[in-house]
């Protein structure tokens, strides 16, 4: 097949890269305790340690979410469910600063156990962090790195097997945004389990 080069300028990594990104919901609070709550898929472990978890997420400068994390040094990572998009798309709109965006979904929360942002309860899975450290690689962008201080999902899942899990949670994908400036959403319809033999002849 033959190639060719992609340019890379603003938004490459939704526009130009093929790249299949998990789905968060971001929930944070400000000074005056209101809440926040936005779609954020640049989220990845930073240390797989059991002994010192912590995950990073990127955030726009500009945006509510970086504005209250370095604030209250908090955030609740919530992951939806692929049946949920609607309400997904709708938390990513621009609400006037101090809006709960959450209160235009059918999303309900409930307290988290060590931070004041709350988990979202439709979620499947839940990460409660405080900020550990701030990573700035460029004028536009944050990288938080949260120490985890709790991991929560719905009763009963974590004891399923690995594809049963998988199906039950229904997690969405996130592959960008289209031409239109749509954004693009993909859900699993095939999981196939391949035995490695990691021994060398």
Avoid at 91 to 98: A, K, L, P, Q, V
Avoid at 132 to 137: E, T, Y
Avoid at 150 to 175: C, F, I, Q, T
Wanted: proline share 8%; net charge negative; glycine share 4%.
């Amino acid at each position: 097949m033959e190639k060719e080069k992609i340019p890379i300028h603003i938004m490459w990594h939704i526009d130009a890269l093929m790249h299949l990104y998990p789905v968060t919901i971001v929930t944070t609070v400000n000074k005056d305790g209101i809440v926040n709550a936005a779609p954020y898929s640049l989220v990845l472990p930073f240390c797989s340690s059991p002994k010192n978890p912590q995950i990073m997420l990127n955030v726009n400068n500009a945006w509510n979410t970086a504005k209250n994390i370095l604030e209250t040094k908090e955030f609740v990572l919530n992951y939806p469910k692929a049946d949920q998009l609607k309400d997904i798309v709708e938390t990513s709109r621009f609400f006037d600063e101090g809006e709960n965006e959450l209160l235009h979904t059918k999303y309900t929360t409930s307290p988290a156990s060590h931070v004041k942002p709350p988990i979202i309860n439709e979620c499947y899975q839940h990460i409660e962090c405080r900020l550990n450290r701030v990573i700035k690689p460029s004028g536009l962008q944050t990288n938080f790195i949260g120490d985890i201080l709790e991991l929560s999902m719905d009763k009963g899942v974590y004891d399923m097997p690995r594809l049963e899990r998988a199906k039950h949670v229904n997690p969405p994908a996130y592959l960008g945004v289209d031409e239109e400036m749509r954004h693009v959403f993909g859900k699993i319809v095939d999981i196939t389990p391949v035995p490695v033999d990691l021994k060398v002849d």
